[in-house]
Structure formats: structure tokens, C-alpha cells
């Protein structure tokens, strides 16, 4: 008799586990009945995806109101939880409440089956979004280690928390995405800069320009069609990278698959890829591949 075949399984190194899930749901449903608090739920639900994929993460499984990922790294996935945290508040009331969501992640070895995850690491990142509360990242002590120094100073530690099958506590922090209802990402208190408080950014994609003056926070840039500027080149990514204003400073984040060439006045052109930089005057981006090989082209000044 032919053996039967069992589900191919595969034990991970590593993977940065995240649940985001909608806070007061049920009260949601109650207050606006069944049709428009789904409605309501899966924008919401929608804003967390685009965030997962543009941060190269990958959506493993909607449970009811709640979505479970996976990411390489705990660095995308802090990336992916700031980004989902301001997409989501940045939608407007429906009747009334603010739609709000919850994130926790863990980062371990997991196991994988037929494109599910399973494991302690898996057990520990929806704990990590038990504890969390509306509007707020809980990431595990493990998880922020992995991070970046710079990622790190977003960051600032709990109390221990019992977990459940873990002899000892756990030790949990928490992501600091906003300050005062603005969006801070991945930055603490930013240092002085040579440029002016009242900078603007001007963005000139084909016949389109963008001006932006003080009072912007983000500008994203990429195929997406809920981007700010939308590329149709194939080589750019869905959420290829993004130009944030962090105190007096202008930022760049390349975040894509592909890279991002730039030009600044005066300088040769050169790729970023996964990187940050300060922009600091007039220059020229094309997404996925040089300009001179037929890359679509977005020019920048600042001033």
C-alpha cells in the first residue's frame, strides 16, 4: 500500500511574526449594523495589507478581523507596523468612532506548513498583541534587540508580562509610532539640521507637481494607486519608497525590491537600496532602474 503524503513542513531559521487586529469590533457592528461595519472593517483591514506588502512582508491568514504576517526581519516589521498604525488613523470616523487597531510581533524560529506558521514564535506575537492596546505596538524585548539603533530609540521598555506555558516573564516593549497624534516612525526627538523650520518640498512627476509646505508629514511614492505619487514603471515596486518630514529634516526611505537611483545637483547618480537619506537640495529619483535606461523620472527641490 502506498504510503500517504504527509504536508511538507519546513522549520524556518528565523521570521518577525506580527497580528494586527481591530480594536472594538463588536461594538462597531452594534453601532452601525452588519453591512457598513464590514464595509468599515475591511478598509481597515485593506490599509494593514498594503502596509504588510509594502514592507516585503507576507500575509499568512485573515482570521475574522484580524491579520497574521510574516517578515524576515524585525526591522521591515517594525516598518510595516508603524506604516498600518498611520494608514489606519489616518481614515476618517465612521459613525462617529475612530477606527483603531492593535499590533504585536515576536521575532523566532517557526514553523512553516503548506503557507501557514506555526510555533512558540507565532504563540508569543499574538500575546504581544494581546497586551496592546488601541492605537498601540507591543513588541517582544527579543524582538527590538534585533533592531537597528536608530529603530531602537522609537522603542522603550514595559513591565514584564506572565505568558502563558513560560516559566519566566516576558520581557515587552513598546513602539512609539506617533507623538502627540503626529507620525514619528522609527525616530526619536530629531537633532538640529541646517535646514529652515519652514522648508517645503516640491515634487514634479511628468505634468504633475506636488508642493508641500510645513505641516506635511509623509509623501509616498510607488504603483500603488493609494500612493501620493503613483509610478507606472513595472520595475518600481507597489510601495517603493517614501519622503517624510522628521522635525526641520527631509528624509528619504528606499524601501523597495529593486532600488532607487538619485541624482542630487552636482552629484553623479547613484542607488539606494533599503537605505535613508537626507535631502538637503534639488536632484532627481527613478524607481527599479537608472533614468538613462529608461526609468520614469520624479525631480525634487527643497527650499
Known sequence: MTPPVLPATTVSPERCILFADIAGSTRLYEKLGDAEARHAVERCLKRVRLAIEGCQGRVVKTIGDAIL??????????????????????????????????????????????????????????????????????????????????????TRELAAVPVKGKGELVRVCEVIWHDEGNLTLMQAVPPPSSLPARVELRVQHGSNQVALAAGWDVVLLGRDKSCDVVIADPMASRQHARIERRGDKIVLIEQ???????????????????????????????????WHEGGEIIEFSIG
Open 69 to 154: 504576517a510574516a517578515f524576515d526581519n524585525a526591522e521591515t516589521c517594525l516598518q510595516a507596523a508603524c506604516q498600518m498604525q498611520q494608514r489606519v488613523a489616518d481614515l476618517p470616523r465612521v459613525g462617529g468612532m475612530a477606527l483603531e487597531i492593535r499590533v504585536g510581533f515576536h521575532h523566532g524560529p517557526v514553523l512553516e506548513e503548506n503557507g501557514d506558521v506555526f510555533g512558540d514564535a507565532v504563540n508569543l506575537a499574538a500575546r504581544m498583541a494581546d497586551i496592546a492596546k488601541a492605537g498601540q505596538i507591543i513588541a517582544s524585548a527579543n524582538s527590538v534587540a534585533g533592531l537597528s539603533p536608530l529603530a531602537r530609540q522609537a
Open 256 to 290: 523597495s525590491t529593486n532600488g532607487t537611483w538619485i541624482a542630487l545637483a552636482g552629484e553623479s547618480e547613484r542607488q539606494l537600496r533599503r537605505e535613508e537619506l537626507v535631502l538637503v537640495s534639488n536632484g532627481r529619483l527613478s524607481f527599479g532602474h537608472p
